[in-house]
DNA sequence: CACCAGGCAAGTA
DNA sequence: TACTTGCATGGT
């Protein structure tokens, strides 16, 4: 079998599986990209506190976000970690697109998705999965994300090489799929589902884990 | 108590 | 270039 039918084959039984996953969880395009800073290596539950916080204050928005003290920022996210590295990296994505776009995001937003993820992984603290997960779920563009997960999940199945970089595992996806941004929301939604179910670091494979009959696990 | 979570950059050799 | 470490809260 080849790589795209693999994929295509895990898509779909994950899909059967778990149903569409409605990513990205966010109300706004901004929202989203606040939300893809905080979850840096950080479980979801808090930084949907930090975004509450946020919301309470009124200042989910981009003028309402810059015009904070630094200090006041790091302060409403501190539920999400790390609180005064991503209040810093806040400010320099908002500071990108106030002084490169004129803090116009849906101008920002337009361009094309070549200048979106290079403008965006030039802003320090913005690495290559933040970029793509801003890309994909806020500005809807084709780019596949690749995550933790997915290197856990794939490298288990046997299909991704133990020495595969980011962009190695993305091109995998890239080259072996259609090029649809609702295909590649959907598909890593899926996999970070099956992850926090069923692809534990300590735990490989659990009760009716829908991948587990599916490719032989490698290594575990 | 230890370990983990939807990374990234800076430091070290 | 290739490791290692710091950053931090909240849930299991």
Not at 13 to 38: C, N, R, S
Request: hydrophobic share 40%.
């Amino acid at each position: 079998m080849s790589t795209a039918q693999h994929l295509q084959e895990l898509y779909d039984i994950l899909l059967k599986a778990y149903g569409p996953q409605h990513w990205w969880p966010g109300d706004t395009p901004f929202e989203v990209m606040v939300g893809a800073v905080l979850t840096q290596n950080t479980n979801w539950t808090n930084v949907e506190k930090a975004i509450t916080n946020l919301k309470e204050a009124g200042v989910l928005t981009l003028e309402g976000l810059s015009s904070l003290e630094p200090g006041r920022l790091a302060g409403l996210i501190r539920p999400a970690g790390y609180y005064n590295i991503k209040a810093g990296r806040l400010g320099n994505l908002l500071r990108m697109i106030n002084e490169q776009w004129e803090g116009d995001l849906d101008c920002f937003f337009s361009q094309s998705t070549d200048t979106i993820r290079k403008s965006l992984v030039a802003t320090k603290g913005i690495g290559p999965e933040t970029t793509d997960s801003i890309a994909l779920y806020a500005a809807g563009r084709p780019v596949f994300v690749v995550d933790a997960y997915t290197f856990r999940i794939l490298g288990r199945h046997g299909l991704a090489e133990e020495d595969m970089g980011y962009f190695d595992l993305q091109e995998l996806f890239m080259d072996n799929l259609p090029p649809e941004a609702e295909l590649f929301n959907e598909f890593h939604a899926l996999l970070v589902r099956l992850g926090k179910l069923c692809c534990k670091k300590t735990k490989p494979k659990c009760e009716g884990c829908p991948a587990y009959d599916w490719l032989p696990l490698v290594e575990l």
